[in-house]
């Protein structure tokens, strides 16, 4: 097993809670496979959270949702990567607060409290999807992927 592996990385999915069946189907095979790489010790923990498909910016029902995607942000800050186009703010309307939509599946994989991977991110040379996620593991490759 390469080094990569063998440190205590620990992953977080969060998901949206209501998409269409093809979707759903799609996110329990990508949670079973990351639960299989738990159990192979690949991974020490896999950790599964639900969120809507968009909150309002400065909603305090979605705070925890808010404080990730903060988290998320304040990370990649001074990186070459980028949460968008994946994670988009929208105007409300009218009287409406700003809308944050979220991606239907997102995964961070933390070394202990630190973020070393955000998946869905764009970077320069193209994105990093939650599949190459799925890849890296397969493959027993490094799962950071911030410069």
């Not at 998901?15 to 189907?25: D, G, I, S």
């Not at 991977?117 to 992927?145: I, R």
Request: glycine share 4%.
């Amino acid at each position: 097993m390469s080094l990569a592996l063998t440190r205590e990385l620990t992953v977080e999915v969060y998901m949206r809670a209501f998409v269409p069946w093809e979707a759903q189907q799609r996110q329990r095979k990508m949670v079973e496979t990351l639960r299989d790489h738990a159990e192979s010790d690949a991974l020490s923990e896999v950790s599964v959270n639900l969120w809507s498909s968009r909150v309002g910016v400065g909603d305090d029902s979605a705070e925890e949702t808010l404080e990730t995607v903060a988290e998320i942000e304040a990370t990649l800050e001074g990186t070459d990567y980028s949460m968008e186009p994946f994670f988009k703010t929208r105007p409300g309307r009218k009287h409406e607060q700003e809308k944050l939509t979220l991606p239907i599946m997102c995964v961070l994989v933390r070394d202990g409290d630190d973020i070393c991977g955000v998946y869905p991110c764009s970077k320069p040379d193209g994105t990093e999807s939650v599949p190459d996620l799925l890849d890296k593991l397969a493959n027993e490759q490094a799962l950071s992927n911030l410069a």
